[in-house]
C-alpha cells in the first residue's frame, strides 16, 4: 500500500504542468543528442548544469533524467539509418539494424527499437519503484562506517569496469580523490593545496571540471572525425511491424530488459554493458548464430531493450543511497548540490516527492518518446547535416555564459578551459576521465564519513571489519582487487572491453 501511494505521490508532481514542460524538453534534447554522433548524454548534462541551477529540484531532475534516457532513444536511429551510433550504448545496434536498413527494412528496425525501449523503460521503472523502498529502508541502517565501505566499493567497480588499464583507472580515482580535497579543511580551518589562491579556498567547483573534460573536450575531439554521412537511400516506411517481426522480438525483448535491469544497478557499469551483452546472449541462445550481423530482428530488440532498461536502472543507487553508478550519475549527483540538497540515505525520506517525482516521469517520459519519435525520424535525419564546426563556437559561448553564471567568476571559465585541454589530452592518450570524475565527486564524502568513523571508534581501524555490512562491502572489495591481479580475468577484461 505504501508503494502505491508513493507512485500516486510521484505522479502528482510529474504530471504538473512545469514538470510535464520539463520532461518533454529533456527527452527531446535526449533524442536530438542523441542522432548527433559524438555528442552523448554526458557531455550535454555537464553542458547543462549551470542552467539547472535556479529550477526546482524536481523539475532539474526530471529535465536531466529525460536527457539521459532520451538519448538511448535518439542513438539508435543513426544506427539504424547511417550506421553511426549516436550514442557509445547504440554501438551493437548498428550490427544488425543498419542491415535490415539496406535490405529495405529501416522502418520496422526502428519501429522495434522504440517499442524495445518503451517496455523496458516501463519495467525499469516499475524495477525502481519495488527496489526503492526496502534499499532506502536499509540505506537508513548504514552509519559512516558503512557508507565510507560503499563509497570505496564504488570507486572500485568503477576502476574495474573503466575502459584502459586498472592502474591507469586507480590513478585516475585517486587524482579525483586529491581534487576533491582542495580547499580549507572544516575541522582544523586549514587551507590545504591551494597555492594562494583565494577562488581554490572553497574547492575545485565540480561544474567547471565536468562541463570542460567531459563537455568540451568532446566537442573538439568531434572537430577531428568526418563530418559527411550517408543516410540509406530506402524511404522509411512500415513502422508499424508484423505480428511475425513482433513474436520473434518479444522474448529478446523480455530477456534484455532483465539483463539490462540487472546490470544497470552495477557501480561503474557504464552505458555499454548492457547492450553488449544482451547481444551476446542473444546470439549465444538462437538457433543460428549466422543470422546476426546480417539483419537478425532480436540484435536489434534485446540490445536496445538492454540499454533503456540499464539506463534507468541506473538510477537506483543513485536515489536510495546517494551513490553514483557511473559518470553521468556523478553529474547527477552534482545537479543535486547545486540544489543545495545532499545525496546520501536519507534523501528518500527527506525529499520523497523529488524522489518519487523523477521516478514516475520515467515512465511519462518514455511514453513521450514512443508518441514523437517515430513521426519526427525525418526531422533528426536532416540533424545529421549539421558540420560539428558549426556547432562548436556555439557551445563554447554557452559553455562560458553558463560557467561564469554559477558564481560571478571569470577563474570558473578557466578552469573550464583547462579542464577541456586536460580532457582532450586524456581522449588523445586513450585515458578515461569516468573515474576522476567519481573521485571528485565521491572524495569529500568519502572523507567525511570516514573521519566520522574515527570519531565513533575513537581511531581504532577494526571498526570497519567488526561491523557486519562494513565487514561485507570490504570483503567484496578485496576479493575484486584481488580477481584482478589473476592473469585470466585480466586477459578476459581486456578482450571484453576491445570487443
Known sequence: MELFDNLLMGLSTAMQLNNLGFCL???????????????????TIALLLPFTFGMEPAGAMIMLAGIFYGAQYGGSTTAILVNVPGETSS??????????ARQGRAGTALAIAAISSFFAGTVATVVIALLSVPLAALALKFTAVEYFSLLVLGLIAAVVLAHGSVARSLSMVFLGLLLGLIGIDVSSGAARMTFGVPELSDGIDFVPVAMGMFGLAEIIANLERPSERRVV?????????????????????????????????????????????????????????????????????????????????????????????NALMALMIGALMMQGIQPGPQIMREQPQLVWGVIASMWVGNLMLLVINLPLIGLWVSMLKIPYRLLFPAIVLFCCIGTYGIANSLFNVWLMLGCAAV?????????????????????????????????????????FLSRPISAVLLAVVAAVLLAMLSPAIVRRRREALTE
Open 91 to 100: 554501438v551493437v545496434t548498428c550490427l544488425d539494424g543498419h542491415q535490415m
Open 423 to 463: 580532457g582532450y589530452l586524456f581522449i588523445k592518450v586513450g585515458v578515461e576521465p569516468a573515474p576522476l570524475l567519481l573521485g571528485l565527486v565521491l572524495g569529500p564524502q568519502l572523507e567525511e564519513n570516514f573521519r566520522r568513523a574515527m570519531l565513533l571508534s575513537e581511531g581504532d581501524f577494526s571498526i
Open 233 to 325: 537511400s530506402q524511404k522509411v516506411r512500415d513502422l508499424i511491424p508484423s505480428r511475425a517481426d513482433l513474436r520473434a522480438a518479444f522474448p529478446a525483448m523480455v530477456r534484455g530488459t532483465l539483463l539490462g535491469s540487472a546490470l544497470g544497478v552495477l557501480p561503474g557499469g557504464g552505458a555499454a554493458l548492457p547492450p553488449f551483452s544482451s547481444y551476446a546472449l542473444e546470439k549465444k541462445l538462437a538457433k543460428d548464430p549466422s543470422r546476426f550481423g546480417h539483419g537478425a530482428i532480436e540484435g536489434v530488440a534485446g540490445p536496445e531493450a538492454a540499454n533503456n532498461a540499464g539506463a534507468q536502472t541506473s538510477f537506483i543507487p543513485l536515489l536510495t543511497l546517494g551513490i553514483p553508478a
Open 25 to 43: 524538453i529533456g527527452v527531446l534534447i535526449g533524442t536530438a543528442i542523441g542522432v548527433l554522433p559524438g555528442i552523448g548524454p554526458i557531455p
